[in-house]
């Protein structure tokens, strides 16, 4: 099963949030498999500016970490045809526009989980479906991934 990963899990794996997010989201990328892991390259830029903006760390370091990001995982471009998507969306389900590219981003590549806690959870478009990986309830689709 193909997953995409949103910048918020990518966030609290680099240890920005409280505890127990952070430790989630690092149990959870030591699981994933690189060859079904997906970073959508809006993702990578998003942790940039989280890295110097909030953490204040220099672009350099944030620079080596977001590559280190890239060899770890495949990234996905963001196409035309992605975008064009993306505002259907963002108009058709009220989702902001750079959230609704993530999982364009994330249907155009065939993937079926999108991690991210910045969605209804359980939404599902052209195939993809998002899931919560910081609630309470696992959900059923990210059990079957983890095994």
């Known amino acids: ?26 149990q959870l990328i030591r699981d994933l498999k690189p060859e079904t892991t997906l970073l959508p390259a809006q993702c990578l830029g998003e942790l940039f500016r989280v890295l110097t903006g909030k953490q204040k760390q220099p672009s350099d370091q944030a620079e080596q970490i977001i590559l280190m990001w890239a060899d770890t995982f495949s990234v996905a471009d963001s196409t ?46 052209r195939g993809v479906t998002v899931v919560n990986p910081f609630s309470q309830h696992t959900h059923p689709l990210l059990k079957q991934l983890m095994s």
């Open 80 to 125: 035309w045809t992605a975008f064009q998507s993306a505002f259907d969306l963002a108009r058709d389900h009220h989702l902001p526009i750079w959230d609704a590219l993530i999982l364009s981003v994330a249907a155009e590549n065939k993937c079926r989980l999108l991690l991210s806690e910045d969605f209804n959870e359980g939404f599902t478009w």
């Open 1 to 26: 099963m193909r997953v995409a990963l949103d910048t918020n899990v990518l966030v609290y794996a680099e240890g920005l949030g409280d505890a127990v997010r952070c430790t989630l989201a690092l």
